[in-house]
Antibody
Framework: EVQLVESGGGLVQPGRSLKLSCVAS????????MNWIRQAPGKGLEWVAY????????YYAETVKGRFTISRDNAKNTLYLQMTSLRSEDTALYYC?????????WGQGVMVTVSS | DVVMTQTPVSLSVAIGQPASISCKSS???????????LNWLLQRPGQSPKRLIY???KLDSGIPDRFSGSGSETDFTLKISRVEADDLGVYYC?????????FGAGTKLELK
Protein backbone atom coordinates (compact mmCIF):
# COMPACT_ATOMS: atom_id res chain seq x y z
CA GLU A 1 0.00 0.00 0.00
CA VAL A 2 1.36 3.39 -0.99
CA GLN A 3 1.78 5.69 1.98
CA LEU A 4 3.05 9.27 2.17
CA VAL A 5 3.43 10.71 5.66
CA GLU A 6 4.28 14.39 6.08
CA SER A 7 5.71 16.00 9.20
CA GLY A 8 7.45 19.15 10.35
CA GLY A 9 4.62 21.65 10.24
CA GLY A 10 3.62 24.09 12.93
CA LEU A 11 3.21 27.72 13.91
CA VAL A 12 6.04 29.99 12.78
CA GLN A 13 6.59 33.73 12.76
CA PRO A 14 6.81 35.67 9.49
CA GLY A 15 10.32 35.69 8.11
CA ARG A 16 11.33 32.47 9.85
CA SER A 17 12.07 29.06 8.37
CA LEU A 18 10.58 25.58 8.54
CA LYS A 19 11.46 22.23 6.96
CA LEU A 20 8.83 19.70 5.97
CA SER A 21 9.49 16.00 5.47
CA CYS A 22 7.50 13.31 3.70
CA VAL A 23 8.36 9.65 4.26
CA ALA A 24 7.24 7.33 1.48
CA SER A 25 6.52 3.62 1.70
CA UNK A 26 4.82 0.89 -0.31
CA UNK A 27 6.56 1.70 -3.59
CA UNK A 28 10.02 2.26 -5.07
CA UNK A 29 10.45 5.92 -4.13
CA UNK A 30 13.48 6.43 -6.35
CA UNK A 31 11.42 5.67 -9.47
CA UNK A 32 8.98 8.56 -9.11
CA UNK A 33 8.92 12.30 -9.39
CA MET A 34 7.34 14.00 -6.40
CA ASN A 35 5.38 17.19 -5.77
CA TRP A 36 4.60 19.49 -2.89
CA ILE A 37 1.09 20.93 -3.19
CA ARG A 38 -0.60 23.25 -0.73
CA GLN A 39 -4.12 24.24 0.21
CA ALA A 40 -4.83 27.45 2.09
CA PRO A 41 -7.72 27.22 4.59
CA GLY A 42 -10.99 26.99 2.70
CA LYS A 43 -9.26 27.37 -0.66
CA GLY A 44 -8.29 25.22 -3.63
CA LEU A 45 -5.13 23.33 -4.49
CA GLU A 46 -1.91 25.07 -5.49
CA TRP A 47 1.14 23.25 -6.87
CA VAL A 48 4.29 24.40 -5.07
CA ALA A 49 7.28 22.39 -6.30
CA TYR A 50 8.37 19.31 -8.22
CA UNK A 51 11.49 17.15 -8.13
CA UNK A 52 12.26 14.37 -10.58
CA UNK A 53 13.15 10.86 -9.47
CA UNK A 54 16.89 11.46 -9.56
CA UNK A 55 16.73 15.14 -8.56
CA UNK A 56 17.88 16.26 -12.03
CA UNK A 57 14.81 18.39 -12.66
CA UNK A 58 13.39 20.79 -10.09
CA TYR A 59 10.64 23.35 -10.62
CA TYR A 60 8.93 25.88 -8.36
CA ALA A 61 5.82 27.99 -8.41
CA GLU A 62 6.60 31.67 -8.89
CA THR A 63 5.04 32.40 -5.49
CA VAL A 64 7.76 30.41 -3.68
CA LYS A 65 10.74 30.59 -6.04
CA GLY A 66 13.86 31.76 -4.24
CA ARG A 67 12.36 31.02 -0.81
CA PHE A 68 11.54 27.29 -0.89
CA THR A 69 13.86 24.40 -1.74
CA ILE A 70 12.65 20.92 -2.62
CA SER A 71 15.00 17.98 -2.17
CA ARG A 72 14.92 14.24 -1.65
CA ASP A 73 16.97 11.42 -0.16
CA ASN A 74 16.21 8.26 -2.08
CA ALA A 75 18.17 6.15 0.39
CA LYS A 76 15.80 7.31 3.14
CA ASN A 77 12.65 7.34 0.98
CA THR A 78 12.12 10.91 2.08
CA LEU A 79 11.05 14.12 0.34
CA TYR A 80 11.79 17.53 1.86
CA LEU A 81 10.64 21.11 1.55
CA GLN A 82 12.85 23.75 3.12
CA MET A 83 10.84 26.93 3.52
CA THR A 84 12.52 30.24 4.33
CA SER A 85 11.34 33.86 4.59
CA LEU A 86 7.86 32.60 5.35
CA ARG A 87 4.90 34.92 4.80
CA SER A 88 1.36 34.90 6.07
CA GLU A 89 0.19 33.86 2.61
CA ASP A 90 2.20 30.64 2.95
CA THR A 91 -0.25 29.49 5.61
CA ALA A 92 -1.70 26.25 4.26
CA LEU A 93 -1.97 22.50 4.51
CA TYR A 94 1.03 21.10 2.63
CA TYR A 95 0.68 17.78 0.83
CA CYS A 96 3.36 15.64 -0.68
CA UNK A 97 2.08 13.81 -3.73
CA UNK A 98 3.46 11.25 -6.13
CA UNK A 99 3.58 12.21 -9.78
CA UNK A 100 2.35 9.41 -12.04
CA UNK A 101 -0.04 9.93 -14.97
CA UNK A 102 -0.75 13.25 -13.33
CA UNK A 103 -0.80 12.87 -9.53
CA UNK A 104 -1.91 9.53 -8.16
CA UNK A 105 -1.24 9.45 -4.40
CA TRP A 106 -1.42 12.18 -1.76
CA GLY A 107 -0.29 12.29 1.84
CA GLN A 108 -2.59 13.37 4.64
CA GLY A 109 -1.00 16.81 4.73
CA VAL A 110 0.82 18.89 7.33
CA MET A 111 -0.34 22.29 8.50
CA VAL A 112 1.93 25.33 8.33
CA THR A 113 0.69 28.50 10.01
CA VAL A 114 2.67 31.71 9.56
CA SER A 115 1.64 34.28 12.13
CA SER A 116 3.12 36.60 14.69
CA ASP B 1 0.56 28.35 -16.98
CA VAL B 2 -2.43 26.36 -18.23
CA VAL B 3 -5.67 27.71 -16.78
CA MET B 4 -8.26 25.10 -15.86
CA THR B 5 -11.81 26.49 -15.78
CA GLN B 6 -14.19 24.25 -13.89
CA THR B 7 -17.99 24.58 -13.79
CA PRO B 8 -20.26 24.69 -11.93
CA VAL B 9 -18.81 26.01 -8.69
CA SER B 10 -21.39 24.00 -6.75
CA LEU B 11 -23.87 21.28 -7.53
CA SER B 12 -26.87 20.13 -5.49
CA VAL B 13 -28.00 16.63 -6.44
CA ALA B 14 -30.45 14.13 -4.97
CA ILE B 15 -29.28 10.63 -4.19
CA GLY B 16 -29.67 8.42 -7.23
CA GLN B 17 -29.61 11.30 -9.67
CA PRO B 18 -26.86 12.00 -12.19
CA ALA B 19 -24.26 14.76 -11.95
CA SER B 20 -21.92 16.34 -14.45
CA ILE B 21 -18.90 18.62 -14.04
CA SER B 22 -17.08 20.44 -16.83
CA CYS B 23 -13.42 21.38 -17.04
CA LYS B 24 -11.92 23.47 -19.84
CA SER B 25 -8.23 24.11 -20.33
CA SER B 26 -6.66 27.22 -21.84
CA UNK B 27 -4.63 25.09 -24.23
CA UNK B 28 -4.65 21.56 -25.57
CA UNK B 29 -3.71 18.92 -23.02
CA UNK B 30 -2.45 16.46 -25.62
CA UNK B 31 1.20 15.88 -24.79
CA UNK B 32 4.13 15.11 -27.08
CA UNK B 33 3.56 11.42 -26.32
CA UNK B 34 0.03 11.70 -27.64
CA UNK B 35 -1.35 11.15 -24.14
CA UNK B 36 -3.67 13.57 -22.37
CA UNK B 37 -2.80 13.94 -18.69
CA LEU B 38 -6.16 15.01 -17.31
CA ASN B 39 -7.11 13.75 -13.83
CA TRP B 40 -10.25 14.07 -11.75
CA LEU B 41 -9.88 14.15 -7.97
CA LEU B 42 -12.36 14.02 -5.10
CA GLN B 43 -11.62 15.67 -1.77
CA ARG B 44 -14.08 14.53 0.86
CA PRO B 45 -14.55 16.79 3.90
CA GLY B 46 -11.49 16.66 6.15
CA GLN B 47 -9.57 14.34 3.83
CA SER B 48 -6.77 14.66 1.32
CA PRO B 49 -7.62 14.49 -2.38
CA LYS B 50 -8.10 11.08 -3.96
CA ARG B 51 -7.71 10.46 -7.66
CA LEU B 52 -10.73 8.99 -9.42
CA ILE B 53 -9.76 9.19 -13.08
CA TYR B 54 -6.53 9.57 -15.06
CA UNK B 55 -5.76 9.95 -18.77
CA UNK B 56 -9.21 11.54 -19.24
CA UNK B 57 -11.28 8.39 -18.86
CA LYS B 58 -9.39 5.63 -17.01
CA LEU B 59 -10.79 4.76 -13.59
CA ASP B 60 -8.34 4.28 -10.75
CA SER B 61 -8.44 0.99 -8.90
CA GLY B 62 -11.45 0.66 -6.62
CA ILE B 63 -13.38 3.54 -8.18
CA PRO B 64 -16.96 2.48 -9.00
CA ASP B 65 -18.05 2.58 -12.60
CA ARG B 66 -20.73 5.11 -11.68
CA PHE B 67 -17.93 7.55 -12.43
CA SER B 68 -16.87 8.25 -15.98
CA GLY B 69 -14.64 10.75 -17.69
CA SER B 70 -14.67 11.98 -21.24
CA GLY B 71 -13.35 14.73 -23.47
CA SER B 72 -10.39 15.72 -25.55
CA GLU B 73 -8.00 18.59 -26.31
CA THR B 74 -9.39 21.37 -24.08
CA ASP B 75 -12.84 20.20 -23.07
CA PHE B 76 -13.44 17.53 -20.41
CA THR B 77 -16.36 16.17 -18.37
CA LEU B 78 -16.77 14.07 -15.25
CA LYS B 79 -20.10 12.28 -14.93
CA ILE B 80 -21.61 10.41 -12.02
CA SER B 81 -24.44 8.21 -13.24
CA ARG B 82 -26.17 7.89 -9.85
CA VAL B 83 -24.97 10.00 -6.96
CA GLU B 84 -24.46 8.28 -3.61
CA ALA B 85 -23.92 9.86 -0.20
CA ASP B 86 -20.23 8.87 -0.29
CA ASP B 87 -19.73 11.05 -3.38
CA LEU B 88 -20.08 14.31 -1.46
CA GLY B 89 -17.12 16.65 -1.42
CA VAL B 90 -15.14 18.87 -3.76
CA TYR B 91 -14.16 17.63 -7.20
CA TYR B 92 -11.06 19.01 -8.92
CA CYS B 93 -9.71 18.57 -12.40
CA UNK B 94 -5.93 18.53 -12.75
CA UNK B 95 -3.76 18.75 -15.83
CA UNK B 96 -0.30 17.17 -15.78
CA UNK B 97 0.63 17.63 -19.43
CA UNK B 98 2.30 21.04 -19.15
CA UNK B 99 4.50 22.23 -16.28
CA UNK B 100 3.44 23.32 -13.80
CA UNK B 101 0.58 21.01 -12.92
CA UNK B 102 -2.54 23.14 -12.54
CA PHE B 103 -5.91 22.56 -10.93
CA GLY B 104 -9.44 23.69 -11.54
CA ALA B 105 -10.97 25.76 -8.75
CA GLY B 106 -13.19 22.91 -7.63
CA THR B 107 -16.85 21.92 -7.73
CA LYS B 108 -18.62 21.27 -4.44
CA LEU B 109 -21.12 18.44 -4.68
CA GLU B 110 -23.88 18.64 -2.07
CA LEU B 111 -26.99 16.64 -1.39
CA LYS B 112 -30.33 18.10 -2.35
Amino acid sequence: EVQLVESGGGLVQPGRSLKLSCVASGFTFSNYGMNWIRQAPGKGLEWVAYISSGSSYIYYAETVKGRFTISRDNAKNTLYLQMTSLRSEDTALYYCARRAMGIDYWGQGVMVTVSS
Amino acid sequence: DVVMTQTPVSLSVAIGQPASISCKSSQSLVGTSGKTYLNWLLQRPGQSPKRLIYLVSKLDSGIPDRFSGSGSETDFTLKISRVEADDLGVYYCLQGTHFPDTFGAGTKLELK
